[in-house]
């Protein structure tokens, strides 16, 4: 899988093909080659998972006031700090 169809999988089909390649390295019957490969892959995976997760988490960060700025979203711990 190259790395221009994980950019366009969504999360939930690329943790899909992630457990996938995880459930078949647990089993532990893969060929030593095929196994590093596998693994590689699941790697890009995992890259690709945490980049479309930190994209979310910035927009969830931002939230629109009623005149249309955008305000950063603060947690009520960090209001009560400050």
């Given at each position: 899988?190259?790395?221009e169809e994980n950019e366009?999988?969504?999360?939930?089909?690329?943790?899909?093909?992630?457990?996938?390649?995880?459930?078949?390295?647990e089993e532990?019957?893969?060929?030593l080659e095929k196994a590093i490969a596998m693994y590689q892959e699941g790697m890009k995976l995992s890259q690709?998972?945490?980049e479309k997760l930190q994209a979310v988490e910035e927009q969830m960060n931002e939230?629109?006031?009623e005149d249309g700025e955008?305000?950063?979203?603060?947690?009520?711990?960090?209001?009560?700090?400050?």
């Amino acid at each position: 899988m190259s790395e221009e169809e994980n950019e366009t999988k969504t999360f939930e089909e690329t943790m899909e093909a992630l457990e996938a390649i995880v459930n078949k390295l647990e089993e532990g019957e893969v060929p030593l080659e095929k196994a590093i490969a596998m693994y590689q892959e699941g790697m890009k995976l995992s890259q690709t998972c945490h980049e479309k997760l930190q994209a979310v988490e910035e927009q969830m960060n931002e939230i629109m006031t009623e005149d249309g700025e955008v305000e950063p979203l603060t947690s009520s711990d960090e209001e009560s700090s400050t």
